[in-house]
Nanobody
Framework: QVQLVESGGGLVQAGGSLRLSCVASVRTFSNYAMGWFRQAPGKEREFVAGISWSGGETYYEDSVEGRFTISRDNAKKTVWLQMNSLTTEDSAVYYC??????????????????????WGQGTQVTVSS
């Protein structure tokens, strides 16, 4: 069982930055690739960014590429999402998710909701114009 707790959301002006954190309560954090998703009102939950179990590989949704950075520290059992140059289109509830993987797997970083087993409760990000 994995428990994920996000924090760091809030209200920010367009052009500003936020850093989201997700702390995992799990014995071996490095058994999991991690992802950030977001869901705006009336829209489906969508992939934002993902990171491999080692942190050596990352993948981003096109609209956040170059603005957002995902990172992790396995010793701290934490994954972060640094969000810069925020726009009103980035407003949503942001969720952290965990995907159990094999360290020898060559599979790409998961981008679909159903590929992730564990989810946090979400943190609200609101970007004002």
């Amino acid at each position: 069982q994995v428990q994920l707790v996000e924090s760091g959301g809030g209200l920010v002006q367009a052009g500003g930055s936020l850093r989201l954190s997700c702390v995992a309560s799990v014995r071996t954090f490095s058994n999991y690739a991690m992802g950030w998703f977001r869901q705006a009102p009336g829209k489906e939950r969508e992939f934002v960014a993902g990171i491999s179990w080692s942190g050596g590989e990352t993948y981003y949704e096109d609209s956040v590429e170059g603005r957002f950075t995902i990172s992790r520290d396995n010793a701290k059992k934490t994954v972060w999402l640094q969000m810069n140059s925020l726009t009103t289109e980035d407003s949503a509830v942001y969720y952290c998710a965990a995907d159990q993987v094999s360290p020898i797997s060559a599979a790409p970083i998961a981008t679909m909701v159903h590929q992730y087993t564990y989810w946090g409760q979400g943190t609200q990000v609101t970007v004002s114009s």
